[in-house]
């Protein structure tokens, strides 16, 4: 059995910031973002209870109620997130607190932006080994609690939401998938966690915020994304041509063009919403997938091929049937 996508989710907290207002407060411009990234504003959590966990729970909740499922009846919960509320116990595990899952196994992932991709295919593995049936995944960011405000070159490009899937063992659904990671890249984009305070080590108490080498991860990208897109074709036999919506990680229009352009196929097999929602990492394609899947453009058959890259390194693909 493999794992079919049967509901769908997604949540964006209501403040929007567009670049014009990121301009009144630091050296910007709207057309020094759009230019470069595509990205017009982006969604960030603006009150105390508007979190990781509360964005979570929405998103979890629109994808049962879409599944026509009852929170008894998942047994697996996955959050993939790099933004967590608490160090422990997992987003997971309060998720299934909060919607009333007891039956479920919780835990997360962290795989940055590739996080979601990730919990598919381990999801996958899952109801391939006949262990669980029915699963819950979630990819959620809240980044604006990691970026470094005064780093006008990545604090415009991130935004805040959560994105769900419900999936069920079924004949058919993901046909293929595939993972990768290389640490050897581990610093071109990372965040370090809190600092030792144990009484041996002098510690420096500076909070961490996000770096990255952005033209470094650009170069990745344009690069490792489009060979797995090739990859998981080639396993299937399939043709660039034969995937009805191609579902990438939203992190730049420039290189969802760019992947565009070397599988030779016109822009408009790439669904984007990069320009209304910046990049929200792990979030990034369950919120694309629910847009598309609620705008009624996905067709009982079609195929859609997800992939996505992000900070490990990691990159990732699932090609399945809707
Ligand atoms: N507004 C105005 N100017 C800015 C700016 C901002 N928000 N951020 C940086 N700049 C300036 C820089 O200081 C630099 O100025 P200088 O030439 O005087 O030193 C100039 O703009 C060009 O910066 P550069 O880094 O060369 O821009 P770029 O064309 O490489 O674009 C990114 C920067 C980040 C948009 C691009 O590298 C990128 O998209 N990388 C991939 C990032 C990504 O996808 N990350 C997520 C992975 S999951």
């Not at 049962?64 to 595990?93: K, Q």
């Not at 660039?240 to 196929?265: M, V």
Request: glycine letters at 8%; aromatic letters at 8%.
């Amino acid at each position: 059995m493999r794992a079919k996508i049967i509901g769908t989710g997604s949540y964006l907290p209501e403040k929007i910031a567009s670049n014009d207002d990121l301009s009144t407060l630091m050296d910007t411009s709207d057309e020094w973002i759009k230019s470069r990234t595509g990205i017009c504003e982006r969604h960030l959590v603006s009150s105390e209870t508007e979190n990781t966990l509360s964005m979570a729970v929405n998103a979890g909740k629109a994808a049962l109620a879409d599944a026509n499922l009852t929170p008894e009846e998942v047994d697996l919960i996955i959050v993939a997130t790099v933004s967590s509320d608490f160090i422990t116990p997992s987003t997971a595990c309060m998720v299934q607190r909060e919607l009333g899952a007891f039956h479920a196994a919780a835990f997360d992932i962290n795989a940055a932006c590739s996080g979601f991709l990730f919990a598919l295919n381990t999801v996958d593995a899952y109801f391939q080994a006949g262990i669980y049936q029915t699963a819950l995944i979630i990819g959620v960011e809240t980044l604006s609690k990691i970026i470094d405000w005064n780093d006008r070159s990545t604090c415009v490009l991130f935004g805040d939401g959560a994105g769900a899937a419900v999936l069920q063992a079924s004949e058919d659904g993901i046909i293929a998938s595939l993972q990768g990671s290389n640490g050897a890249g581990a610093n071109v984009l990372m965040c370090k966690s809190r600092s030792n305070n144990n009484p041996y080590i002098s510690t420096d108490t500076n909070p961490d915020y996000l770096y990255m080498n952005g033209q470094e991860v650009f170069k990745f990208a344009v690069k490792k994304e489009p060979e797995c897109i090739q990859e998981i074709l080639a396993q299937t036999g399939l043709a660039p041509t034969d995937i009805t919506w191609y579902l990438l990680h939203q992190a730049n229009y420039r290189i969802i063009s760019s992947i565009a352009k070397k599988l030779k196929l016109p822009l408009d097999k790439f669904p984007s919403n990069v320009d209304r929602c910046g990049n929200t990492s792990a979030a990034s394609i369950p919120i694309l997938l629910d847009e598309v899947h609620r705008a009624g453009k996905l067709t009982k058959g079609d195929l859609l091929l997800l992939s996505g890259f992000g900070a490990g390194l990691t990159w990732g693909a699932a090609l399945l049937r809707w």
